[in-house]
């Protein structure tokens, strides 16, 4: 039996074999550890930077096809010898299908670059179909860059304002905290082990926020919706069986999600493979911080029965009867 249950036998309407779990009773330890994780994430960000793919620092990329399996050190040797500049050659899944990555080759133009890569892969023996050449320049490996932050700065604005408009600031505050918290979270590991960032990360970084953001509104809901029926209890306790209600649900969708990742990093080839460690990472931290920090936030913010009332104003009151 919970130290909740303990302390009061009151189930407050709920069936007596549905014990309580008093997440917030580790509240002060979890925001310490959140602390101390999100000022490491910023400092390896800082020091160590992300590692950011050719989407951003611009460059050129190409998939080959081979008749047959070929190693990728043989294609870098070949496009090195062409005079390509470190070149960087990874398989698609299979030892026939490959991907090229080179930094911006300023002498040659995209019609150039496909036939010189072209001949350049050729192998003796072996025939190469190659496709989906493609050129960013460095000006616009930039501008995706800053367009980029700003989408991931504007979504936390307009979810913050959405939470607020349906719930309550203090819980949109906590929400908006712990989807910030994620993004560096993830962020911080990306620097830390230096994997690379590209567009797919990014689009992993926001189904992290839409993850972690539908996490946020289910407790909320369910927090609103205790106070407003639950007499007798503290904040603590409701926000307590807030979460312990909606312990199951949260379990079954990250479990899910975890299962399909893990797939695809496990299935889904390079295309997929960062995309789906970026994920991994913010399914943990995700279901982490929609616990302890948006509602521990909340709580610590004094978050009560009150800000769920609508107040009447003084002026649509009836008049007291002397």
Do not use: C
């Not at 779990?21 to 960000?45: G, N, Y």
């Not at 893990?262 to 616990?291: E, R």
Request: hydrophobic residues 50%.
């Amino acid at each position: 039996m919970t130290d909740l249950t303990q302390r009061d036998s009151k189930q407050y309407g709920r069936p007596d074999d549905l014990k309580i779990i008093p997440f917030m009773k580790i509240a002060k330890p979890a925001a310490i550890i959140s602390i101390l994780l999100t000022i490491a994430s910023i400092f390896f960000i800082a020091t160590k930077g992300l590692n950011l793919g050719l989407d951003f620092t611009g460059g050129v990329s190409a998939e080959l096809n081979y008749q047959n399996p070929v190693q990728p050190s043989q294609v870098t040797q070949a496009l090195s010898q062409a005079g390509f500049k470190d070149p960087v050659v990874q398989t698609l899944g299979s030892t026939t299908d490959l991907i090229v990555r080179m930094p911006v080759q300023d002498d040659l133009e995209v019609e150039d670059l496909s036939n010189s890569i072209t001949k350049a892969v050729q192998l003796p023996n072996n025939t190469v179909n190659v496709h989906k050449v493609d050129a960013v320049g460095g000006a616009v490996g930039n501008e995706l860059y800053v367009r980029s932050a700003g989408a991931v700065a504007l979504a936390l604005i307009l979810m913050l304002i959405y939470v607020t408009i349906r719930f309550e600031f203090k819980l949109a505050m906590g929400a908006v905290m712990s989807l910030f918290h994620d993004i560096v979270i993830v962020l911080g590991m990306f620097a830390l082990f230096q994997w690379p960032f590209d567009l797919t990360v990014l689009a992993a970084l926001l189904a992290i926020i839409g993850f972690s953001l539908n996490d946020n509104i289910v407790v909320s809901d369910r927090i609103r919706e205790n106070f407003r029926k639950i007499r007798g209890a503290s904040s603590r306790e409701i926000i307590d069986i807030a979460l312990t209600e909606t312990l199951r649900r949260t379990i079954h969708t990250s479990a899910t999600l975890l299962l399909v990742v893990v797939a695809m990093f496990i299935l889904g080839g390079d295309g997929l493979h960062w995309f789906s460690a970026a994920m991994i990472v913010g399914v943990f931290v995700g279901t982490y911080s929609s616990i302890y920090i948006g509602t521990a936030y909340a709580l610590w913010r004094g978050l009560s029965r009150q800000d769920f009332i609508v107040q009447v104003k003084p002026e649509f009151e009836d008049d007291q009867i002397p």
